[in-house]
Nanobody, 116 residues
Framework: VQLQASGGGLVQAGGSLKLSCAASGRFVTVGWFRQVPGKEREIVAEEMNWSGTSTYYAASVKGRFAISRDSTKNTVYLQMNSLKPEDTAVYYC????????????WGQGTLVTVSS
């Protein structure tokens, strides 16, 4: 499985960005993570089932971010609204091979910078 994350960039606080994770190969669910230098990687949002109808969001992004899937394009998106400077990080998408399994496939990361 190969994952290609894109869509990062520089945006002002309050703005929006939409990240894309284009996937090839066999996988079940995708999650989005982020990492700031010097800090541990944290989960942002994830699909809890293969159809993407059940999702999880970190408390810090709930109500502002939305994960969605376009199965025709094998792409999972992360719509990020009302961005805050503390959302600045490198964002990664990752995929599971089975429900409840570990994330074993990782994309290369895309940088999101939110200016105040």
């Amino acid at each position: 499985v190969q994952l290609q994350a894109s869509g990062g960039g520089l945006v002002q606080a309050g703005g929006s960005l939409k990240l894309s994770c284009a996937a090839s190969g066999r996988f079940v669910t995708v999650g989005w993570f982020r990492q700031v230098p010097g800090k541990e990687r944290e989960i942002v949002a994830e699909e809890m089932n293969w159809s993407g109808t059940s999702t999880y969001y970190a408390a810090s992004v709930k109500g502002r971010f939305a994960i969605s899937r376009d199965s025709t394009k094998n792409t999972v998106y992360l719509q990020m609204n009302s961005l805050k400077p503390e959302d600045t990080a490198v964002y990664y998408c990752a995929a599971r091979r089975e429900l409840g399994g570990n994330y074993i496939y990782w994309g290369q990361g895309t940088l999101v910078t939110v200016s105040s």
